[in-house]
């Protein structure tokens, strides 16, 4: 998988393609541990405008800027940032990486931060968010679309649910069908799905998405 082998100044494109491959949350997580240290460094070289333009989102839907809110995959905080730079001030943090769990406490910007794998489940009540972010999360090789449905589970009825879904898996993956069944179930209703900037530098966008929970 390389990531070791590339020099810090080096390959940013291609440790960020390598994610993709992954198979496992056990090969994610693994590789997520080694990038935590230049993480945000190759996020710059990269222009990764995820975690703002996600948050900007959120902030338009959520009105009441005290109110409980999960950041799903939460990394070294970046996003937790960008909520916090809205003006939320109750947020919490979950993530597969111990590491970049690690770098997310150190911004002091989170109330609590959980490790967990979205994928078997959170550790979180029903509906115990009046809101969840997601930002670079649903992504070839990390998450697919049944971690939707864990994600709506925690947020409480009328409440959102905002994430950004990478471009090249958005219909390879068949985001709009699990969608559809999350409405037809009853559990969460599609508001909108935006195409917009992700990885600038890299030139990859992704949909950013608005669920309302049920
Ligand atoms: C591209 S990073 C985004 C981090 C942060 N949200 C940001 O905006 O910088 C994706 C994050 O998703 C986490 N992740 C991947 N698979 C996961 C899973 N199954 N459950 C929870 N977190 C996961 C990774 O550990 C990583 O920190």
Redesign the pocket.
Known sequence: MGMAGEGESGDTRGRILSLYECET?AQ??AK?EEWARIYEDD?AKSEYV??AVAAEIFARHCADRAARVL?A????G??GLALAQEGFSAIDG????PE?LRRAEQKNIYRKLAE????AGLPFADGEYAGAMS???FTGG??GPEGVGELARVVCAGGFLVFSVNELFYEKMEYPKTFARLQSEGKAKLLSAEKKPYLAGVGIAAYYVVLESA
């Open positions: 949350p994610t997580r997520y996020m995820s975690a950041d995959g939460c990394g070294t970046l996003s979950a993530d597969l990486s970049m967990a794998d979205i994928l930002a670079g999360m990390h998450v």
